[in-house]
T-cell receptor, first 113, second 116 residues
Framework: AQSVSQHNHHVILSEAASLELGCNYS??????LFWYVQYPGQHLQLLLK??????LVKGIKGFEAEFIKSKFSFNLRKPSVQWSDTAEYFC???????????FGQGTTLQVKP | DTGVSQDPRHKITKRGQNVTFRCDPI?????LYWYRQTLGQGPEFLTY????????KSRLLSDRFSAERPKGSFSTLEIQRTEQGDSAMYLC??????????????FGPGTRLLVL
């Protein structure tokens, strides 16, 4: 079955700490991978995406993610978080023959000032 | 680019009533998606359109749900005989598909439905 698993449901960090959010997927065939973010009171926004090529992709606001095909993973990282990064983060996957996104259940990140 | 818009933003209804939501995609986007999100979960796919054709529906989508995109622009999602379990955030997204299936979906603010 196609699925996305986000290991951390709720993460609390202090400002300037490093962040890594785990994402593993189960999906047959070629995959396209995404991280979306939802800031409090706002709608889902694209943080970064991977289609092909360099497995290390950079997104907005200093975020990056690494696609490791052998581990079916697409973990999100940021070297130094800020209070404004407090949000809910969703990993999602889709295939080459459908645009349907399959989302993980999300990780709530709380950054303490 | 005014973004994806959804109307209404909030809807409270009584069990058994019908409700209809509207989504206006980003202009020129040929694909339009509907998702449902409940508290503590990620969005769950419901259905999607390419232009006016409905290409895929989730098996989880009960026959009380119907969606249309009559002119390939805006879309409506109707829920008939609402149940308390239908309470959720209904999200719309749009994208521009191309060869190879490389597309990025842009989401609207959602319609929050509460069924009493």
């Amino acid at each position: 079955a196609q699925s996305v698993s986000q290991h951390n449901h709720h993460v609390i960090l202090s400002e300037a700490a490093s962040l890594e959010l785990g994402c593993n997927y189960s999906y047959g065939g070629t995959v396209n991978l995404f991280w979306y973010v939802q800031y409090p009171g706002q709608h889902l926004q694209l943080l970064l995406k991977y289609f092909s090529g360099d497995p290390l992709v950079k997104g907005i606001k200093g975020f990056e993610a690494e696609f490791i095909k052998s581990k079916f993973s697409f973990n999100l990282r940021k070297p130094s978080v800020q209070w404004s990064d407090t949000a809910e983060y969703f990993c999602a996957v889709t295939g080459s023959n459908t645009g349907k996104l399959i989302f993980g259940q999300g990780t709530t990140l709380q950054v303490k000032p | 680019d005014t973004g994806v818009s959804q109307d209404p933003r909030h809807k409270i209804t009584k069990r058994g009533q019908n409700v209809t939501f509207r989504c206006d995609p980003i202009s020129e986007h040929n694909r339009l998606y509907w998702y449902r999100q409940t508290l503590g979960q990620g969005p769950e796919f419901l259905t999607y359109f390419q232009n006016e054709a409905q290409l895929e529906k989730s098996r989880l989508l009960s026959d009380r749900f119907s969606a249309e995109r009559p002119k390939g622009s805006f879309s409506t999602l109707e829920i008939q005989r609402t149940e308390q379990g239908d309470s959720a955030m209904y999200l719309c997204a749009s994208s521009s598909s191309n060869v190879g299936g490389l597309e990025t979906q842009y989401f609207g603010p959602g319609t929050r439905l509460l069924v009493l």
